[in-house]
């Protein structure tokens, strides 16, 4: 691959915008390495280091630092989350291409490896609400939020810094910015109104199938979770 050709998908492109200029970045889980390649590669990064627990991205990830003649600039290490990191050795850690619940878990048991001063740039598939509801318990503010849609799927990414854990939530009702993301919710771009109108009908349609099964508590219990949901939704779509 030619260096100055390097392209990243617009996923990717996205959560590489959020890195502050120059910084030490740590990209967990993170496969064949493009993200942190393309960050040094344009600047965007002084130096990283990649993360993976699994051999066959690891190698991966070796492979192409070392193809791009990367090595003296991006530290390839296979471990689990942030283990691979030190104590204060980066100022931005991103973690993408996962469910929100592993996000969550991986900053979750590596939280012992955080000083508060780095910028975190999730980038969940699914469940995003998870990390939101992690960065609140752990005191970070939500600052940004993007919402986008690439080969027919939608991606959000959320950048969190340590600050005023509330602030994000002014407008919103706190349950409703954390499943739909308060920055998005405002913007409510397309792809915002897109994904939220599907998931709503989706859940529409459970609801009226748990409602002519047998009566029981649990689908009682999961008929209130989904009228909340909905409520919620129908709140933001509404809303102007
Ligand atoms: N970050 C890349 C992207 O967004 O295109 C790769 C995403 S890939 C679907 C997820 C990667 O995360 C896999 O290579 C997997 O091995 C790695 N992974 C999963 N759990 C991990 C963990 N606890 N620590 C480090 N890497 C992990």
């Known amino acids: 691959m030619i260096v100055n050709e390097m392209k990243l998908s617009k996923r990717l492109q996205t959560v590489a915008e959020h890195i502050p200029k120059g910084a030490v970045m740590a990209d ?11 960050c040094v590669l344009n600047d965007l990064a002084s130096a990283a280091i990649a993360g993976e627990i699994t051999d066959g ?33 980066v100022n931005a850690i991103t973690i993408a291409g996962m469910g929100g619940s592993l ?20 980038q969940p598939n699914i469940h995003a609400r998870h990390i939101r509801e992690w960065l609140y318990k752990e005191g970070y503010a939500l600052i ?22 509330d602030a994000a939530y002014k407008d919103i009702s706190f349950r409703a910015g954390v499943l739909v993301g308060p920055f998005l919710a405002k913007e409510k ?4 109104v897109k994904k939220w109108s599907q998931e709503l009908e989706h859940l529409k349609k459970i609801y009226q199938q748990i409602k002519v099964a047998a009566p029981s ?23 102007g």
Not at 28 to 38: N, R, V
Not at 103 to 122: D, M, N, Q, V, Y
Not at 189 to 192: A, R
């Open 28 to 38: 967990i889980g993170s496969d064949h390495a493009y993200l942190p390649c393309y």
């Open 217 to 239: 508590i649990e689908n009682q219990q999961k008929l209130n979770e989904l009228s909340e949901r909905i409520e919620i939704l129908k709140e933001v779509l509404e809303r």
């Open 144 to 165: 940004k939020e993007d919402i986008l849609e690439e080969d027919g799927k939608c991606y959000e990414v959320l950048v969190a810094e340590t600050g005023d854990k």
């Open 57 to 89: 991205p690891f190698l991966s990830a070796k492979q192409q630092v070392e193809k791009l003649n990367l090595s003296s600039l991006i530290s390839v290490r296979k471990g689990d989350g942030l283990e691979v990191i030190q104590k204060g050795e």
């Open 103 to 122: 996000i969550a878990h991986i900053l979750e048991s590596g939280k012992g490896k955080l000083t508060g001063k780095e910028r975190l740039i999730l």
């Open 189 to 192: 771009t397309d792809v915002f």
